[in-house]
């Protein structure tokens, strides 16, 4: 499998993404919500590292029926692409954006009544009627109107005959925890303004606010539509939704090596020699991946690679382009490669090869962070390719 001849010529190092997968993946989701119940794919922050546009397309042949993107820059991509199906900007974006909201037919979240009637304003020039999502913050204090003001704010809009609402959503801050009473606040409060809504008359269009835990773990919230993310690309968003569905990990990352040297005891390996070989016949392997990949500096020296099936250590600082990895060549105590490593060999540092894995969680834990950032910084600067 990761011997195989794929990934670009001028560098060597590449994303891998499994696009079956992420078939698979948005087909067992779907199969968690009610026939009725629409899904909408996250593909925001290029489809969390995974490419925006390859994701859609493969995700709206297996279930996927509108897209979300976090800024007008990403809708439009998807929208040049041939993406066709509703899109939604997850947070209000500036004022100044209207115009390519309206010209490339995007929805935008929106919360204030300046933006709403901007909107409205540049749709009614053209002759058209914006579409946009109302977005109330329930508790999570990060964008919206607050639940108790929405009636107030869509009355201060409703006269305007160039906009429309075709949804009402709010987020939650803590669905990922069981049981959780601020889950349930989120909840309650999201229900009275939806209600509030339908008995001053107006029109909520898709009444939405599950994300993946609340998909997963929450089918009473599903509404009439769930915005699921990070399942999508195989990732759980935490440990209580793994017994739910099986989901299946579609990046990997992988190099070539591109430097094999077997350097005296005592010599140093990277910035600041953090690291001195410590005995005869210890390889020392470069592969030309770093930190502006997206394989965090913190790493350094607390990670292995994958080769030929066998884990080995990385070693030393890693660098902004490349970083170093051991490989023990007689010690048949540690780390045993069959043979030793040569210039070419592919190394995986996010996945499979033979029975071995690194998974993203992994990496999180070890970076004291979550699986979704480890993913996003992979999609900065490495190349993809689509198996
Ligand atoms: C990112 C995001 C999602 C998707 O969240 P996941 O946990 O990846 O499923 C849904 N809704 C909003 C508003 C978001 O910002």
Known sequence: MAQRAIGPEDRWAWVEIDLDAIRRNTAALRRMMARNVQMMCVVKADAY??????????????????????????????????????????????IETVQRIVDYDLMPALYEQDFALALGECAAAAG?????????????????????????????????RGIECAGTFTHFATADMPRDWDFQMQARRFGEAVQALEDAGLRTG??????????????????????????LYGLHPSYETRREVHLEPAMSVRGRVTRVELPEVGTGVSYGMTYRVPKPNIQICTVPIGYADGLSRTLSGQMDVLVRGERCRQVGRICMDQFMFEVSVNNVRAYRPTTAVEYGDVVTVLGHDGDEFISADDMATKRDTINYEVVCDFGLRLEKVYV
């Open 49 to 94: 590292g995974h490419g925006a546009v390859q994701c859609a397309k493969a995700m709206r042949r297996s279930g996927g029926d509108q897209f979300a993107v976090a800024t007008v820059t990403e809708g439009v991509e998807l929208r040049k692409a041939g993406i066709a199906e509703p899109i939604l900007i997850l947070s209000q974006p500036p």
């Open 128 to 160: 058209k009627v914006a579409r946009y999502h109302l977005a109330i913050d329930t508790g999570m204090t990060r964008i919206g109107v607050n639940w108790r003001d929405v009636v107030e704010m869509r009355r201060s809009i409703h006269f305007h």
């Open 206 to 231: 898709l009444v939405h606010c599950a994300n993946t835990p609340a998909t997963i773990m929450h089918p009473e919230v599903h509404e009439d539509m769930c915005r699921v993310g990070i399942g």
